[in-house]
């Protein structure tokens, strides 16, 4: 059983930081990819960010590239996701998910009950 804790969301002004992690626990995960994604009321769930867990290579959506900053700690297990310049349109529902990495929902197979992030203007 594949489980993954998101934490670290809540209400920050337009131009500060938040920083998400997400805890994974159940198995191995060397093999995964570990991605961001989130979504807004009314809208579909969107990519943000994706880490290859062995060889910490990273990944970006354009509307973050520069903002944000995907890592990974083995030693906990654990996928950060730092945020910088936040804007409100990255208010959002954040999710945490392990697959293949992949830009697609359809991409992971696991995926986190989410992490409440709201920016304020």
């Known amino acids: 059983q594949v489980q993954l804790v998101e934490s670290g969301g809540g209400l920050v002004q337009a131009g500060g930081s938040l920083r998400l992690s997400c805890a994974a626990s159940g198995r191995t995960f060397s093999s995964y990819a570990m991605g961001w994604f989130r979504q807004a009321p009314g809208k579909e769930r969107e990519f943000v960010a994706r880490i290859i867990w062995k060889y910490a290579t990273t990944y970006y959506a354009d509307s973050v590239q520069g903002r944000f900053t995907i890592s990974r700690d083995n030693a906990k297990n654990t996928v950060y996701l730092q945020m910088d310049s936040l804007k409100p349109e990255d208010t959002a529902l954040y999710y945490c998910?392990?697959?293949?990495?992949?830009?697609?929902?359809?991409?992971?197979?696991?995926w986190g009950q989410g992490t409440q992030v709201t920016v304020s203007s």
């Open positions: 998910a392990a697959g293949s990495g992949g830009q697609l929902v359809r991409d992971y197979a696991y």
